[in-house]
């Protein structure tokens, strides 16, 4: 059974803390995503990857980085961890161009900041 | 750059009633797709359709596809409680792009 990875379910890291969550696919993908869910504002794509070492920003990219070394893994790094960052994140991965099974998730990494 | 948008918000029905749910998009796709998140987990692919499909059917899931109008339903048919999670509607980006962009889902709560 094909799957996406987050390392971590649950998260509580302190404010100012560099935050890495790590996110691994056993499918050979070569596209991978970053989300945040938050109540109300649905799913906010923060970065993507459609190679290694390729990056793009997505729609809410500040106080975040992404690092892609090998095709299966693809980390968010939270520079300095801000309150504001509270939030559940997602990340999943799809094929070029997408197929019938369309794009696949992580079990997702709730993560607090205090 | 938020695409589709899921209608209602929220939707509350008896088990054994239908549930249909509403994607109204803005620009043009190539293909639309329904996922399943339960409470706290992650998202589950339910189904694909592509622009050139009017209906696709997956068990109890029947999902159309209005392109003229911009517009998809998702039709749960016999509900059951475990049918109880958000339902999101994604699309492909604008122009051909793969990125998916969401809506911000209805929550559907099955009573037993």
């Known amino acids: 059974d094909v799957k996406v990875t987050q390392s971590s379910r649950y998260l509580v890291k302190r404010t100012g803390e560099k935050v890495f969550l790590e996110c691994v696919q056993d499918m050979d993908h070569e596209n991978m995503f970053w989300y945040r869910q938050d109540p109300g504002l649905g799913l906010r794509l923060i970065y993507f990857?459609?190679?290694?070492?390729?990056?793009e920003k997505g729609d809410i990219p500040e106080g975040y980085s992404v690092s892609r070394e090998k095709k299966e893994r693809f980390s968010l790094i939270l520079e300095s961890a801000s309150t504001n960052q509270t939030s559940m994140y997602l990340c999943a991965s799809s094929l070029t161009p997408v197929r019938g099974d369309g794009y696949t998730f992580g079990s997702g990494t709730r993560l607090t900041v205090v | 750059s938020q695409q589709g948008e899921e209608d209602p918000q929220a939707l509350s029905i008896q088990e054994g009633e239908n549930a249909t749910m509403n994607c109204s998009y803005k620009?043009?796709?190539?293909?639309l797709q329904w996922y399943r998140q339960n409470s706290g987990r992650g998202l589950v692919h339910l189904i694909l359709?592509?622009?050139?499909?009017r209906e696709k059917h997956s068990g109890r899931l029947r999902v159309t596809l209005d392109t003229s109008k911009k517009s998809s339903s998702l039709l749960i048919t016999a509900s059951r409680a475990a049918d109880t999670a958000s339902y999101f509607c994604a699309t492909d980006g604008k122009g051909g792009s793969y990125i998916p962009t969401f809506g911000r889902g209805t929550s559907l709560i099955v009573h037993p």
């Open positions: 359709i592509r622009s050139n499909e």
């Open positions: 990857s459609y190679d290694v070492k390729m990056k």
């Open positions: 620009t043009s796709i190539n293909n």
